[in-house]
């Protein structure tokens, strides 16, 4: 498997109702975060400049090398900028793209059907987000981010980022409501 949806799914728009249906991350930011002390500060960069910048690149990378390109890339990308002392405009990105990826890989592979995922040894929507989960945790644990931190910036993700990524990795798709992920059409 490439790593790309069908063109039959993303020419139906099921790519986009997908993303919002199988989003199984959405607790994920305040679950593991309460009792955090530290108080939220504003960054220094511009936040949605940096979440769409995000977005562009995430889509490109996954037109040019698949699934497991942007999955060797987010390793990378971690490994590198979490060697930071301070929670930067870099490590950001890594998060959200991680976030924004993991929307989508849920999305695609719980259309695809069990035995094909069992045969391919595909993760679920669970799983994919169990993985994220720990990933943005030792990120938050760092950094020692809130949840408001975090909340910010998955709505930053949710209102300018998803649309973007999804209309450069599937240029064929239709085009993504501005609903939020879980929200009905």
């Known amino acids: 498997m490439s790593g790309r949806p069908s063109a039959d799914l993303c020419a139906k728009g099921l790519l986009w109702r997908a993303v919002k249906r199988y989003w199984p991350l959405a607790p994920l930011f305040s679950v593991f975060l309460v009792g955090s002390i530290a108080f939220a500060a504003k960054p220094a960069w511009d936040q949605v400049k940096n979440v769409k910048e995000s977005a562009e690149r995430l889509g490109v990378l996954h037109r040019k090398s698949g699934a497991n390109g942007v999955l060797k890339f987010l390793d990378a990308c971690y490994r590198t900028h979490t060697l930071s002392s301070k929670y ?86 239709e085009a993504a409501p501005s609903a939020q992920p879980g929200a009905k059409k």
């Open 88 to 173: 930067t405009s870099a490590v950001e990105g890594c998060v959200a793209q991680d976030v924004m990826y993991s929307r989508v890989l849920s999305a695609v592979y719980s259309r695809v059907p069990l035995e094909v995922r069992v045969e391919r040894a595909l993760p679920t929507a669970e799983q994919i987000g169990a993985a994220l989960q720990a990933r943005v945790s030792v990120v938050v644990r760092q950094y020692a981010l809130l949840p408001a931190d975090m909340d910010m910036l998955q709505k930053l993700i949710d209102d300018h980022a998803m649309p973007i990524v999804l209309k450069v990795a599937f240029p064929n798709a």
